[in-house]
């Protein structure tokens, strides 16, 4: 790929012929078609991102947006086939999603789509004769349905979803009006078409099953669930003034609200065909947006009705009326009359109305100001500048300033700046403009017209002719690059002018046809020019003849430039081939491959390349020309390339082409570079101001200083006056509210006066009541006192009950005390007894130990000296009895020496001799460990006994401690009883006193009754006293008995519960003795199992020397057939080890055994405790000592 590489900046045009060509993706930003782009556009910022169309994209034919703004679809036709490509808006830059571009059956392209309400669904119209519906499920691209809609091939203009309905569609076009439910797979129609078939340009869903429909005739037509509910006609008449007005003609009842929806826009070119035959008079309704307070619809060239929903009654009128304004720079004033409004959409929050035209201008609208100017239309703004509406004939650029200079055939001249993305200066001609050239000052442009060539001024706000040129359809200009020159072409003949003295200096002439292009090198000292004829020519301005030719009838020139350094021209035309021409021949020819070049452009720095195609593509080149196909390629016009160039400095590239659009382009170049060129002065900020303009504007301002002096006066006069009304208002106000006050005054003497009376009547009714009050205290209070006196008394007797039962139960508490007391020094006496009596016995136990301790000790002794004594007389005898075997041996050994047959015998005597004095060192070493091992055995018999002290002292206190917890717990269950008792009592006491006080006031009242009536009086006072004196009387006996029966209760609860806390003590106080008996048996039993063990190790040590002494009694009397007898008694010393190994097994077994003991006892202590009422320890007897020592025995055998 090339190095060379252009990114899109700016674009100036709009595609106004795409159906639906402009909508919001939120408040700031709008989408439309440009060229073979789609824009969005910020209104607020001004910044352009492109969202580029396909490659080789023929004609982009419709427009859809979905409703949740996440997807765009887009209807192309690409190489003579349809396709639709869907983006994804919300990716940067925005992404291709889906294309869908195989189908399944016949179409031709697609001119109208939308999206469901859901987004999920599209829906397609193709073009006749086919005119199929299709309902796709696009992300899938899956066919739901598919339905034809004519079959009279009429043309269809848009369809739509319900927008809360995804089965449901509307249809309309030429003829046709059609509601469509999706179901099962299929389209199907609801609705059946009454009256007359009219021509319905556009629809839009005004709620779930209402749409408003416009026709070609102004006809607006209501459909609900597919009948009609309301019309309206518009009339489009001639005024006095030549200005249309729109009347409402004819109007039925409606009861229908418009939510905010926009509608697509149909085809223009086919509504127009169509509607070719209808009324001039009539205005053509292309598009209906509908908004909340009612729907916006075109009517007529240039204007646009408000329809608003009537509060008092259910139809619609006319509100608004929004027009085209009329353009100053418009050479024609009515040209806001002849463009139709194709498309209507409003914004998110409904602030704005956005209009696009037929003449490809965009117009917009705040809605508030159609709220302000009542009564009178508001006018249209434009959205961005005036845009060209027709094919651009006509670039150029400067140097001093950074302007864009194109005309059009739409015949105007517009003046853009690529710095600013802004339109300078614009106006309309008369005639068509066809070429254009821009002074490299930036002040002139030299214009190729119709009629005439046209040099002219850019003044600061006009572009204003000031010289003429009878030079009829000039179609090629060109300013020199140094501006004291220009170049214009008539037919086939070059005419150069020079621009001082405006002076035609020279006419060229050589070419047989028409002459396409023409450019001066870089000097201004040649001009190279191309035609139709196939003829490049390079002339000498100085001479006016040709320089160098080439000519190739064959192909028909469009375009021409030269290389930097004059050199080299470079050439295309109709043989789709780049030439590049020197010294008048053809050096080289690069093919276009299969496209025809229709513009050319060299950089300054003559590493660059671009070409304008026929296709509308701009394909970017390094020069020198690469052999293979090595250039990038930019789809961006919509049509043929007319004009390409670059500017001064090679930082932008400019393209137009015949769809009406102008691309800036940056360009780079070697790895995204830009092509950086040293300015060595700034653009020039001067502008044009012709003198007659400076004078008037002068005047203007002189005028307008006047009138403010005059405004000055005259207001200064009219605050005078005001001053002057304003003081005599506030003296006649001055006076009224003193008036008022003196009034005021008055009434609050008057009331004052009544306020005192008041206060003094008041006063004396207070003194009255408080002196009643008063009185009827006083004899309250006597009452009371009498009454609390008796009560008195009645407390002082019941007080002194209650002492002496306080020290009656005292007394009782007294003697329990020493009752138990005496009872407690009796056990600890018994108690002690016994234990005096078993620390007795336990010293005898231990006194027999000791005994038994000594007696072992001395047999051990004893033991030992018998086995050193033995052992020394054995080797004693067996050193004699060797010395004998040895002199016997020495006398065989004489005796024999000769007899070889004794040798035998001799070899067998010392083998014998030898194993003898092994056994021997057997049996030391067996002795020496049987010392060994008895020591051990001692010391771990010491520690098991201090473990086993340990753990039952632990064992006692933990038991305490439990008593002393259970004890306490006791106690505090016994105090809360008791206080819940003393509580009950108490408030049962408060109830009886209470109701008794209840009672009595109630027939004291009643008494209170007859205080008019002394004798009745008297005999209720008795019936009173009476009733409740002789009552309360018994109340305290039965009160008092009742009190008494209580406090014994509670004193018998007391000492209960003293007596079984002691029976407690006695208990655990027993188990504790218990388990001191339970220790002191279990010392006595492991001194048992010493014993046993000590006898058990003795008897066996016995044995073993009474084995040993048999040996050796055995060992005198040595026979050859006994040797076998030795050998037997030596498997003794295994015997014993063998015994000796299971000692810690049987230590094992004998704790176990205790073990069981100590549980057995423990169960028995637990029996005696569950057993109800106090027992003695004298019952329990411990296991006797020699039962125990039996027993050991017998488990030890």
Same mark, same amino acid.
């Given at each position: 790929?090339?190095?060379?590489?252009?990114?899109?900046?700016?674009?100036?045009?709009?595609?106004?012929?795409?159906?639906?060509?402009?909508?919001?993706?939120?408040?700031?930003?709008?989408?439309?078609?440009?060229?073979?782009?789609?824009?969005?556009?910020?209104?607020?910022?001004?910044?352009?991102?492109?969202?580029?169309?396909?490659?080789?994209?023929?004609?982009?034919?419709?427009?859809?947006?979905?409703?949740?703004?996440?997807?765009?679809?887009?209807?192309?036709?690409?190489?003579?086939?349809?396709?639709?490509?869907?983006?994804?808006?919300?990716?940067?830059?925005?992404?291709?999603?889906?294309?869908?571009?195989?189908?399944?059956? +016949?179409?031709?392209?697609?001119?109208?789509?939308?999206?469901?309400?859901?987004?999920?669904?599209?829906?397609?119209?193709?073009?006749?004769?086919?005119?199929?519906?299709?309902?796709?499920?696009?992300?899938?691209?899956?066919?739901?349905?598919?339905?034809?809609?004519?079959?009279?091939?009429?043309?269809?203009?848009?369809?739509?979803?319900?927008?809360?309905?995804?089965?449901?569609?509307?249809?309309?076009?030429?003829?046709?009006?059609?509601?469509?439910?999706?179901?099962?797979?299929?389209?199907?129609?609801?609705?059946?078409?009454?009256?007359?078939?009219?021509?319905?340009?556009?629809?839009?869903?005004?709620?779930?099953? &209402?749409?408003?429909?416009?026709?070609?005739?102004?006809?607006?037509?209501?459909?609900?669930?597919?009948?009609?509910?309301?019309?309206?006609?518009?009339?489009?008449?001639?005024?006095?003034?030549?200005?249309?007005?729109?009347? *409402?003609?004819?109007?039925?009842?409606?009861?229908?609200?418009?939510?905010?929806?926009?509608?697509?826009? +149909?085809?223009?070119?086919?509504?127009?065909?169509?509607?070719?035959?209808?009324?001039?008079?009539?205005?053509?309704?292309?598009?209906?947006?509908?908004?909340?307070?009612?729907?916006?619809?075109?009517?007529?060239?240039?204007?646009?009705?408000?329809?608003?929903?009537?509060?008092?009654?259910?139809?619609?009128?006319?509100?608004?009326?929004?027009?085209?304004?009329?353009?100053?720079?418009?050479?024609?004033?009515?040209?806001?009359?002849?463009?139709?409004?194709?498309?209507?959409?409003?914004?998110?929050?409904?602030?704005?109305?956005?209009?696009?035209?037929?003449?490809?201008?965009?117009?917009?609208?705040?809605?508030?100001?159609?709220?302000?100017?009542?009564?009178?239309?508001?006018?249209?703004?434009? %959205?961005?500048?005036?845009?060209?509406?027709?094919?651009?004939?006509?670039?150029?650029?400067?140097?001093?300033?950074?302007?864009?200079?194109?005309?059009?055939?739409?015949?105007?001249?517009?003046?853009?700046?690529? /710095?600013?993305?802004?339109?300078?200066?614009?106006?309309?001609?008369?005639?068509?403009?066809?070429?254009?050239?821009?002074?490299?000052?930036?002040?002139?442009?030299?214009?190729?017209?119709?009629?005439?060539?046209?040099?002219?001024?850019?003044?600061?706000?006009?572009?204003?002719?000031?010289?003429?040129?009878?030079?009829?359809?000039?179609?090629?200009?060109?300013?020199?690059?140094?501006?004291?020159?220009?170049?214009?072409?008539?037919?086939?003949?070059?005419?150069?002018?020079?621009?001082?003295?405006?002076?035609?200096?020279?006419?060229?002439?050589?070419?047989?046809?028409?002459?396409?292009?023409?450019?001066?090198?870089?000097?201004?000292?040649?001009?190279?020019?191309?035609?139709?004829?196939?003829?490049?020519?390079?002339?000498?301005?100085?001479?006016?003849?040709?320089?160098?030719?080439?000519?190739?009838?064959?192909?028909?020139?469009?375009?021409?430039?030269?290389?930097?350094?004059?050199?080299?021209?470079?050439?295309?035309?109709?043989?789709?081939?780049?030439? /590049?021409?020197?010294?008048?021949?053809?050096? !080289?020819?690069?093919?276009?491959?299969?496209?025809?070049?229709?513009?050319?452009?060299?950089?300054?720095?003559?590493?660059? *390349?671009?070409?304008?195609?026929?296709?509308?593509?701009?394909?970017?080149?390094?020069?020198?020309?690469?052999?293979?196909?090595?250039?990038?390629?930019?789809?961006?016009?919509?049509?043929?390339?007319?004009?390409?160039?670059?500017?001064?400095?090679?930082?932008?590239?400019?393209?137009?082409?015949?769809?009406?659009?102008?691309?800036?382009?940056?360009?780079?170049?070697?790895?995204?570079?830009?092509?950086?060129?040293?300015?060595?002065?700034?653009?020039?900020?001067?502008?044009?101001?012709?003198?007659?303009?400076?004078?008037?504007?002068?005047?203007?301002?002189?005028?307008?200083?006047?009138?403010?002096? /005059?405004?000055?006066?005259?207001?200064?006069?009219?605050?005078?006056?005001?001053?002057?009304?304003?003081?005599?208002?506030?003296?006649?106000?001055?006076?009224?509210?003193?008036?008022?006050?003196?009034?005021?005054?008055?009434?609050?003497?008057?009331?004052?006066?009544?306020?005192?009376?008041?206060?003094?009547?008041?006063?004396?009714?207070?003194?009255?009541?408080?002196?009643?009050?008063?009185?009827?205290?006083?004899?309250?209070?006597?009452?009371?006192?009498?009454?609390?006196?008796?009560?008195?008394?009645?407390?002082?007797?019941?007080?002194?009950?209650?002492?002496?039962?306080?020290?009656?139960?005292?007394?009782?508490?007294?003697?329990?005390?020493?009752?138990?007391?005496?009872?407690?020094?009796?056990?600890?006496?018994?108690?002690?007894?016994?234990?005096?009596?078993?620390?007795?016995?336990?010293?005898?136990?231990?006194?027999?130990?000791?005994?038994?301790?000594?007696?072992?000790?001395?047999?051990?002794?004893?033991?030992?000296?018998?086995?050193?004594?033995?052992?020394?007389?054995?080797?004693?005898?067996?050193?004699?009895?060797?010395?004998?075997?040895?002199?016997?041996?020495?006398?065989?050994?004489?005796?024999?020496?000769?007899?070889?047959?004794?040798?035998?015998?001799?070899?067998?005597?010392?083998? &014998?001799?030898?194993?003898?004095?092994?056994?021997?060192?057997?049996?030391?070493?067996?002795?020496?460990?049987?010392?060994?091992?008895? /020591?051990?055995?001692?010391?771990?018999?010491?520690?098991?006994?201090?473990?086993?002290?340990?753990?039952?002292?632990?064992?006692?206190?933990?038991?305490?401690?439990?008593?002393?917890?259970?004890?306490?717990?006791?106690?505090?269950?016994?105090?809360?009883?008791?206080?819940?008792?003393?509580?009950?009592?108490?408030?049962?006491?408060?109830?009886?006193?209470?109701?008794?006080?209840?009672?009595? &006031?109630?027939?004291?009242?009643?008494?209170?009754?007859?205080?008019?009536?002394?004798?009745?009086?008297?005999?209720?006072?008795?019936?009173?006293?009476?009733?409740?004196?002789?009552?309360?009387? *018994?109340?305290?006996?039965?009160?008092?008995?009742?009190?008494?029966?209580?406090?014994?209760?509670?004193?018998?609860?007391?000492?209960?519960?003293?007596?079984?806390?002691?029976? &407690?003590?006695?208990?655990?106080?027993?188990?504790?003795?218990?388990?001191?008996?339970?220790?002191? *048996?279990?010392?006595?039993?492991?001194?048992?199992?010493?014993?046993?063990?000590?006898?058990?190790?003795?008897?066996?040590?016995?044995?073993?020397?009474?084995?040993?002494?048999?040996? %050796?009694?055995?060992?005198?009397?040595? !026979?050859?057939?006994?040797?076998?007898?030795?050998?037997?008694?030596?498997?003794?010393?295994?015997?014993?080890?063998?015994?000796?190994?299971?000692?810690?097994?049987?230590?094992?077994?004998?704790?176990?055994?205790?073990?069981?003991?100590?549980?057995?006892?423990?169960?028995?202590?637990?029996?005696?405790?569950?057993?109800?009422?106090?027992?003695?320890?004298?019952?329990?007897?411990?296991?006797?000592?020699?039962?125990?020592?039996?027993?050991?025995?017998?488990?030890?055998?």
């Amino acid at each position: 790929m090339s190095t060379v590489v252009a990114q899109s900046l700016h674009v100036f045009g709009l595609r106004s012929h795409v159906a639906n060509n402009i909508f919001f993706f939120d408040e700031q930003i709008i989408i439309f078609p440009s060229g073979n782009h789609c824009v969005k556009y910020n209104v607020d910022q001004k910044w352009q991102k492109f969202i580029p169309g396909s490659d080789k994209s023929q004609d982009m034919l419709a427009l859809s947006i979905s409703p949740n703004r996440r997807y765009l679809a887009v209807s192309e036709t690409v190489q003579e086939k349809p396709v639709i490509t869907i983006y994804e808006l919300s990716s940067i830059p925005c992404r291709k999603r889906k294309i869908l571009n195989n189908f399944d059956f +016949p179409v031709q392209k697609f001119v109208s789509m939308a999206f469901s309400p859901d987004s999920k669904y599209l829906l397609t119209q193709t073009s006749p004769p086919e005119s199929n519906l299709v309902y796709w499920l696009w992300e899938k691209q899956k066919v739901m349905a598919i339905m034809r809609t004519d079959s009279q091939n009429s043309s269809v203009y848009q369809v739509s979803f319900s927008p809360q309905d995804n089965t449901q569609v509307c249809v309309t076009g030429n003829g046709m009006f059609k509601l469509l439910r999706f179901a099962e797979g299929t389209l199907k129609q609801t609705n059946f078409q009454k009256g007359e078939p009219q021509n319905y340009l556009a629809h839009t869903w005004v709620s779930d099953d &209402k749409i408003v429909v416009g026709t070609d005739t102004g006809r607006l037509f209501l459909f609900e669930s597919g009948d009609q509910r309301w019309e309206t006609s518009i009339m489009v008449k001639e005024s006095t003034s030549d200005r249309k007005n729109l009347n *409402m003609i004819q109007e039925s009842e409606s009861l229908i609200q418009f939510p905010t929806i926009s509608s697509p826009v +149909p085809s223009y070119e086919r509504a127009v065909t169509t509607s070719s035959r209808s009324q001039i008079t009539m205005p053509q309704v292309f598009a209906i947006a509908a908004y909340s307070k009612g729907f916006a619809c075109s009517a007529g060239p240039g204007r646009v009705l408000l329809f608003e929903k009537m509060e008092e009654k259910d139809f619609y009128r006319e509100s608004r009326e929004i027009r085209i304004p009329v353009d100053p720079q418009s050479n024609d004033p009515s040209q806001s009359d002849k463009q139709d409004v194709l498309c209507l959409c409003f914004s998110p929050s409904e602030e704005t109305l956005i209009a696009s035209t037929s003449k490809n201008q965009l117009y917009s609208i705040t809605m508030s100001l159609t709220e302000i100017s009542k009564g009178e239309p508001a006018h249209f703004e434009y %959205l961005l500048y005036p845009l060209h509406s027709a094919s651009i004939t006509g670039l150029a650029t400067c140097i001093r300033k950074p302007l864009i200079a194109t005309c059009s055939l739409d015949r105007s001249v517009r003046i853009w700046n690529y /710095e600013s993305n802004t339109l300078e200066l614009f106006k309309e001609y008369q005639e068509e403009a066809y070429t254009i050239s821009l002074h490299p000052s930036g002040h002139f442009i030299v214009v190729g017209f119709a009629d005439k060539l046209r040099l002219m001024n850019l003044l600061i706000d006009d572009i204003r002719s000031f010289k003429e040129y009878s030079v009829r359809g000039c179609r090629e200009c060109s300013f020199s690059n140094g501006g004291h020159l220009f170049a214009a072409v008539n037919g086939n003949v070059i005419h150069i002018f020079t621009t001082t003295t405006l002076e035609n200096i020279s006419n060229l002439k050589g070419h047989t046809g028409k002459i396409r292009s023409i450019v001066w090198n870089a000097d201004d000292s040649k001009l190279i020019s191309c035609g139709t004829d196939g003829a490049v020519y390079e002339w000498n301005l100085s001479t006016g003849k040709r320089e160098t030719e080439c000519v190739l009838k064959s192909c028909s020139y469009n375009c021409v430039t030269i290389s930097p350094d004059a050199k080299i021209i470079f050439a295309v035309g109709s043989d789709q081939t780049l030439k /590049e021409i020197a010294d008048s021949s053809v050096l !080289r020819e690069t093919s276009a491959f299969d496209v025809t070049y229709t513009a050319v452009a060299i950089s300054h720095s003559g590493r660059m *390349m671009f070409v304008g195609t026929s296709l509308g593509t701009i394909r970017a080149m390094k020069y020198p020309l690469p052999l293979q196909k090595e250039f990038n390629e930019y789809h961006a016009h919509a049509g043929p390339v007319t004009k390409i160039l670059l500017t001064f400095d090679d930082q932008f590239l400019l393209t137009t082409a015949e769809d009406g659009c102008l691309f800036t382009w940056k360009v780079f170049d070697k790895d995204g570079r830009g092509i950086k060129r040293e300015r060595e002065v700034g653009f020039a900020e001067e502008v044009l101001v012709t003198k007659t303009d400076m004078e008037e504007k002068a005047q203007v301002m002189l005028e307008l200083k006047t009138r403010v002096e /005059e405004l000055k006066m005259e207001n200064e006069y009219q605050l005078r006056l005001k001053d002057m009304n304003y003081s005599e208002k506030i003296k006649e106000l001055t006076d009224k509210f003193i008036q008022e006050m003196e009034s005021l005054k008055t009434k609050n003497q008057v009331l004052r006066t009544e306020k005192d009376k008041q206060d003094v009547l008041h006063r004396e009714h207070v003194d009255d009541l408080l002196d009643k009050q008063s009185r009827e205290l006083q004899d309250l209070e006597c009452c009371n006192n009498q009454k609390l006196l008796l009560e008195y008394e009645k407390y002082q007797e019941l007080q002194l009950k209650s002492q002496r039962m306080q020290e009656e139960y005292e007394k009782q508490l007294r003697d329990n005390d020493e009752t138990r007391s005496q009872a407690l020094e009796e056990l600890t006496e018994f108690y002690e007894a016994k234990l005096q009596e078993k620390t007795t016995l336990l010293e005898e136990a231990q006194e027999d130990v000791r005994q038994q301790l000594r007696e072992f000790e001395e047999t051990k002794k004893q033991i030992e000296e018998d086995e050193d004594r033995e052992i020394q007389d054995i080797k004693t005898k067996y050193e004699k009895k060797l010395r004998d075997e040895k002199e016997a041996n020495l006398r065989l050994k004489g005796e024999t020496g000769i007899m070889r047959k004794k040798e035998k015998r001799i070899y067998d005597l010392k083998k &014998k001799n030898q194993e003898l004095e092994k056994f021997k060192f057997v049996l030391d070493y067996k002795i020496k460990e049987l010392k060994k091992q008895i /020591e051990p055995r001692e010391n771990e018999i010491k520690v098991m006994k201090e473990q086993i002290q340990e753990m039952e002292a632990e064992l006692e206190r933990f038991h305490k401690q439990n008593a002393q917890l259970e004890l306490h717990v006791v106690e505090l269950w016994q105090k809360l009883r008791a206080a819940d008792q003393e509580t009950r009592r108490e408030r049962q006491t408060e109830r009886d006193l209470e109701a008794l006080v209840k009672r009595f &006031k109630t027939d004291l009242h009643n008494c209170v009754a007859y205080i008019q009536e002394p004798r009745l009086l008297k005999e209720k006072v008795r019936g009173l006293f009476e009733k409740y004196v002789q009552r309360a009387d *018994m109340v305290e006996i039965v009160g008092l008995n009742t009190d008494l029966q209580q406090e014994y209760a509670r004193q018998r609860e007391h000492l209960e519960r003293n007596l079984a806390t002691l029976k &407690k003590k006695v208990v655990k106080e027993s188990e504790l003795h218990r388990a001191d008996y339970v220790r002191i *048996m279990q010392e006595n039993v492991s001194l048992i199992k010493e014993i046993n063990e000590l006898r058990r190790e003795l008897k066996f040590t016995r044995s073993q020397v009474y084995d040993l002494e048999a040996a %050796l009694k055995l060992t005198k009397k040595i !026979r050859p057939q006994e040797v076998p007898e030795t050998v037997s008694s030596e498997d003794v010393p295994g015997v014993a080890s063998t015994v000796r190994l299971n000692e810690q097994e049987e230590t094992e077994r004998i704790i176990e055994m205790q073990r069981l003991e100590i549980q057995r006892l423990r169960d028995q202590i637990q029996e005696q405790e569950q057993v109800p009422g106090f027992h003695h320890l004298a019952g329990i007897r411990l296991p006797s000592l020699l039962g125990s020592e039996a027993d050991l025995e017998v488990q030890t055998k």
